[in-house]
């Protein structure tokens, strides 16, 4: 199943995509879109994985129930992101993002589109590389703002046109951006709380071919992601 969100020219599925007025403290604190991003250091980023591991129906965890604060640490080449993950607002989406977690799902993924024009993500979660992976289930649309705004630091689901196609892939906000509402939206369940610089960095680089939609100029890949409570 196609996972990518459609180019720039030719669909707005991701330029309309993300983003939670309902979503409580966007924006990471000390951190701004209007800051310079500071020099990067990145490691090569590693081959992305041969073999895949992929699940059924089956394994996508219940939703959880509790309202207690989840954070995770996403490892990458180029520095530590953390995040926090609303477990209230996106239950079903917390803990598919957990099991995949814990599960080593992203281990040496990289984070293979950035867009730099209309709209202001980096993509990741495809342990494939290509924009079509999918760790072979999916689930529906939850905590999608209304207006459409996705503020820096947000952390958000990418999926195909379908809303059920929610599953592995994911994307960071770095720079205010309004997506379509039209279709239901794009699942947050969670914001940058440290290393937003780190993203605005890579997209300081731009993209491989210079245009607004694209691989990273700067290569980054996750190396794992680890729950912290």
């Known amino acids: ?10 669909s707005l599925l991701l330029l309309t995509a993300c983003g ?6 966007l924006q990471p604190e000390g951190e701004t879109s209007d800051a310079s991003p500071a020099p990067l250091s990145c490691d090569e980023a590693p081959e992305p994985a041969a073999d895949v591991t992929t699940y059924g129906p089956q394994d996508l965890p219940e939703p959880l129930s ?15 992101v953390e995040l926090e993950l ?13 099991f995949l977690a814990e599960e080593g799902y992203w281990q040496d993924s990289p984070c293979h589109r950035l867009t730099t024009s209309g709209i202001f993500v ?15 289930y999916g689930y529906g649309i939850e905590n999608a ?9 947000t952390l958000a689901m990418a999926r195909t ?9 994911f994307f960071v906000v770095y720079d205010d951006t309004q997506l379509p509402v039209e279709g239901g939206g794009y699942s947050i369940f969670g914001r940058v709380t440290e290393g937003l610089d ?32």
Do not use: K, W
Request: with cysteine; hydrophobic share 25%.
């Open 198 to 229: 780190i993203v605005q960095g890579v997209a300081a680089e731009g993209t491989d071919t210079g245009g607004g939609d694209g691989a990273p100029a700067q290569p980054i890949s996750i190396l794992s992601v680890t729950l912290d409570g």
């Open 20 to 25: 939670g007025e309902s979503s409580p403290g």
């Open 66 to 80: 509790g309202t207690e604060t989840v954070t995770a640490t996403l490892e990458t080449t180029c520095g530590e």
């Open 86 to 98: 609303y477990a209230e607002q996106a239950p079903q989406t917390v803990a598919s993002f957990a």
């Open 122 to 136: 980096l993509q990741c979660g495809d342990p494939t590389g290509t924009g079509q992976g999918s760790p072979g």
């Open 145 to 153: 703002p209304e207006t459409g705004m996705y503020p820096p630091g």
């Open 161 to 169: 046109q379908d809303p059920e196609s929610n599953g592995g892939q």
């Open 1 to 10: 199943m196609h996972r990518r969100l459609a180019p720039l020219a030719a």
